[in-house]
């Protein structure tokens, strides 16, 4: 596959950029090594991502769509900087994330946030919820980056974070283990927002939660989309979630880019093969 | 409504475990005689009373006395504080040394992972005791150079399990979450990943100090610990060799000392691993 | 439900009467499932629904004997008219594996890691149909074509760690078609799936049902899967069996509050962006804390008093194109027909 050309001219419409470019992901490639089979053989490579390219606008939310293999879990911790592309850059706000001193980009994490798969696995055991929760702000308890915030500003701060999620002040005084699957990803998504972020990477973020928990959760994450203008780097096998909550699509297969556009433009009608596949398989849908 | 279970809670719960409580009762036992022993003895444990020696139990000696009329139940109090000692030092130095090695290997990975693991490996190629018999054969028999000799082989020993638990731990996505907060590999250690492997550590701690006794009686068995005039477990079997045929139970009681405080402590940690481990991993 | 007997004089493959279930947890025994019943004919599909700690995994395995030390069955479990609660352990195991076989969620924490995939699916041939080694082999190798393995020669000799997810699904499919079955439990066995892998094994799980005349319990989470899968679905909410149909007449009409509550939570490729979903107010109820009357009480939107005093019985919902009792709607609610069953 060819480098798409930028989701600025997909479909012939050009979008005209009032809405500035939140994030930039240019032409990033990922490669892992294998361990050795022997001692004395070379070791080989996966290559996680190819030639990964798109531009998601503040505001908006983009999906990311592949199976396992894809490369989305991956793309998701390049785009959080919680690792270096093999090749390519990731420009968040204008900066390239990547090449930022640590402190700038200690600073700049503030902005952007993630929230994970696994709920049970997201948040540590033996940390009350306010810790979790408030341990994005870490940095500046210290007066790191500037403002100084004492440690009842932090609790405030957490209970905040908590209501805005539907949980209760009280609850930072209770372990994870204390919580079902949706609380705890509630959980996970106020220590997300704690720092007012614009972007929030979700991987697969209602995967392990039953459909009617899915239900609040993905209603929650719309509900504050719309109340703090968050964009939403959305990861997911699941077409029916992303179209739900995505504007712009992008679609995975063994680490390369096989389409990308609108959302209503690509679930509809589909152009590669694909994708093709992949709404086909969707059960229930040929009723 | 209180959010997390009271110490109450914690100990009725650890109590009502058969190995814990059976463990905890030998060990509090054993801490009792050495405390005690520190002010009070039934006879100064310097006492030599040759007219009575070997002596069988009685109500003025409770476990009867050895070949030179020293109270044998003032002997093991008094052991006890030695055993103690070697337990907590020689564990000290292997989680003092070992925890953090192990942990460094776990957040470093890639080489440092690889020559810590090696160095641990080549250490545990060396048999313990023999390597302490070496030991003192150089620096001169003792109780410090024996507890030293102890402690270091305790070092690869933590420096491994350490490490294998924290890799499980690294492996988990609240360790992603911290990083993604912009934490240090050492902020996470420290507030994530050493939580988090506490539990397999105490549990470690009292096998290894377990070990670490039966270690110290050998040593001291084959006169290398303990020196006299202090009393020593390990010491008193090898004083009770000669005596076999005239006072049987000289070699008897200590023996039994040794073997309940190591049973005590196994059976302890048996229970803390019972009790510690599923409750942290209950996830759901 | 029991009235199947007059037209079907032999007995139904599977038949499951008030099943309850207790198990042993910190606070003494605690019960889990509270009444299920049902009958599964030869050839017939069925799907049990559910969400997190409804119970369906619980009745797969009661029905199997499976269930954990310390855990008490009351009720009947009939397979092929033989009641599987007065077995004992022996007389399952003579059973499980040849006469009913049951596919897990997770296939490689299902696979034995140490052996190769041939000796794992040889391992019911031997012990059932007392083969020989080198029949078994060749009987695995048969087995595994039927799968559609691909390579299945080259394969036999493969780990389980050597093939992908898909692959050994399709492992344990043929391990437990190997003495050929009368009936198959499939519990969320594509659940760890991707969803182009899921379609291929479901399918040929439905190919080689109908090819063997099994019957198929297949238990999900997943509605759209249901509706391509099975030909009647069960929706189990609190331990018990909350509604029961036809598949497509359940997509039809749903009776129940939660059946209602559940299809409208699905998010679905029509919907418009933004549009907030439909939830079910309130929590699942702890295991602990089950009400006394119907479990969905505290968040049915249209309790009354009666529904919290005893657990409701179920009502037949009449449907014109009812041909066969089989085909019967049946919902564990009194007050059905004054929700105004939703579409």
């Known amino acids: 596959m060819g480098a798409l050309p930028p989701l600025a001219k997909v479909g012939g419409i050009c979008m005209t950029r009032t809405a500035p470019i939140l994030l930039d992901v240019q032409q990033v490639s990922q490669r892992y090594a294998l361990p050795r089979p022997s001692v004395f053989a070379k070791a080989g490579h996966i290559q996680a991502l190819n030639n990964v390219s798109f531009q998601l606008m503040a505001g908006k939310s983009m999906g990311v769509v592949g199976e396992s293999g894809s490369g989305k879990s991956t793309l998701a911790r390049l785009v959080m900087a919680l690792e270096k592309p093999t090749q390519g850059q990731v420009i968040f706000k204008g900066q390239d994330l990547n090449a930022l001193p640590q402190a700038n980009l200690q600073a700049a994490r503030s902005d952007f946030q993630m929230v994970f798969q696994d709920p049970y696995g997201s948040l540590d055991p033996r940390q009350k919820v306010l810790r979790i929760v408030a341990e994005p702000l870490h940095s500046k308890l210290h007066g790191v980056s500037g403002q100084s915030l004492s440690a009842s500003d932090l609790k405030d701060l957490a209970a905040q974070a908590l209501s805005e999620v539907g949980l209760r002040p009280s609850d930072l005084d209770k372990y994870p283990h204390e919580f079902s699957g949706g609380q705890r990803q509630r959980i996970a998504i106020a220590r997300a927002l704690i720092t007012r972020p614009a972007l929030i990477v979700a991987d697969e973020p209602v995967s392990a939660l039953d459909v009617s928990v899915q239900a609040q959760v993905l209603n929650l994450m719309m509900d504050l989309q719309d109340r703090f203008g968050l964009s939403y780097l959305f990861v997911s096998h699941d077409l029916a979630v992303i179209n739900l909550m995505c504007d712009d699509v992008i679609v995975l297969q063994h680490g390369q880019v096989v389409e990308a556009g609108l959302a209503d433009d690509i679930f509809q009608r589909p152009q590669h093969p694909y994708t093709q596949t992949l709404l086909s398989a969707i059960p229930g849908l040929s009723h | ?284 | 439900m029991s009235t199947h007997s007059a037209t079907h004089p032999t007995h139904p493959l599977l038949s499951i009467r008030n099943l309850r279930v207790a198990l042993p947890t910190s606070r003494g025994q605690v019960e889990a499932l509270r009444g299920v019943s049902f009958e599964m004919q030869r050839g017939q599909t069925l799907g049990l629904i559910g969400e997190s700690g409804c119970g369906k995994s619980l009745t797969a395995l009661a029905i199997m004997g499976l269930l954990p030390n310390g855990a008490t069955v009351s009720g009947s479990i009939a397979l092929n008219g033989t009641e599987l609660t007065a077995l004992d352990d022996d007389g399952l195991c003579k059973l499980r594996g040849a006469r009913m076989a049951m596919i897990f969620q997770e296939p490689m924490t299902a696979l034995n890691p140490l052996h190769p995939i041939w000796k794992q699916i040889a391992e019911p041939l031997q012990l059932h149909q007392v083969m020989d080694l080198v029949s078994a082999k060749a009987r695995a190798l048969e087995l595994l074509e039927r799968v559609q393995l691909p390579r299945a020669r080259e394969r036999l000799d493969n780990y389980p760690h050597q093939l992908s997810g898909g692959q050994r699904q399709r492992v344990m499919i043929s391990m437990a078609l190997a003495c050929k079955p009368d009936i198959l439990i499939a519990d969320e066995p594509t659940t760890a799936l991707d969803v182009t892998v899921q379609k291929e094994v479901l399918g040929l799980i439905r190919q080689l049902v109908a090819e063997d005349g099994m019957g198929l319990l297949l238990i999900s989470h997943d509605l759209g899967l249901m509706r391509d899968q099975v030909q009647r679905v069960m929706v189990m909410y609190g331990g018990t069996v909350v509604e029961s149909a036809p598949t497509e007449a359940l997509f039809g009409m749903r009776a129940h509050p939660y059946t209602q509550g559940l299809f409208a939570a699905r998010p679905q490729l029509g919907l418009k962006r933004g549009t907030r979903l439909q939830t079910i107010a309130g929590n699942v109820p702890d295991i602990f804390n089950w009400p006394s009357g119907c479990a969905f009480a505290d968040r049915c939107s249209y309790v009354k008093d009666s529904c919290r005093q005893a657990l409701p019985q179920l009502e037949l919902v009449p449907d014109a194109h009812k041909t066969r009792p089989d085909d019967s709607h049946w919902v564990r609610c009194p007050h059905w027909q004054k929700l105004g069953a939703s579409v």
């Open chain 2, 1 to 284: 409504m209180k959010a997390e279970q009271t110490f109450t809670q914690h100990a009725q719960r650890a109590f009502k475990h058969r190995s814990f409580a059976a463990g905890a009762v030998i060990v509090l036992l054993l801490v009792i005689s050495a405390a005690v022993s520190l002010f009070w003895t039934p006879y100064p444990v310097a006492d030599i009373d040759i007219p009575n020696k070997l002596a069988a139990a009685s109500a003025q000696h409770w476990f009867g006395t050895d070949s030179l009329g020293r109270d044998i139940a003032s002997l093991l109090l008094v052991g006890s504080q030695n055993s103690l000692l070697v337990g907590f030092i020689a564990v000290g130095i292997g989680v003092g040394l070992g925890v953090p090695l192990g942990l460094w290997a776990s957040a470093q990975r890639g080489w440092v992972e690889e020559v810590v693991m090696r160095a641990a490996d080549f250490t545990f190629a060396f048999p313990a005791l023999l390597s302490a018999i070496l030991l003192t054969a150089i620096y001169g028999p003792g109780l410090v150079v024996s507890i030293t000799a102890i402690g270091i082989f305790n070092i690869p020993v933590f420096a491994r399990i350490t490490r294998a638990a924290a890799n499980a731990v690294w492996s988990r996505d609240f360790t992603l979450a911290a990083k993604a907060a912009g934490k240090s590999k050492w902020a996470i250690t420290w507030e994530h990943v050493l939580p988090n492997v506490a539990s397999v550590l105490i549990v470690q701690a009292t096998v290894q100090f377990a070990i670490a006794i039966l270690a110290e009686a050998a040593l001291s068995y084959l006169g290398l610990g303990t020196q006299p005039p202090n009393p020593s477990w390990g010491r008193m079997l090898n004083e009770a060799q000669s005596q076999m045929f005239q006072a049987p139970m000289l070699a008897v009681y200590p023996g039994i000392a040794i073997a309940l405080a190591v049973l005590g402590l196994n059976l302890m940690g048996d229970g803390l691993r019972d009790l510690l481990d599923p409750r942290l991993a209950r996830t759901r």
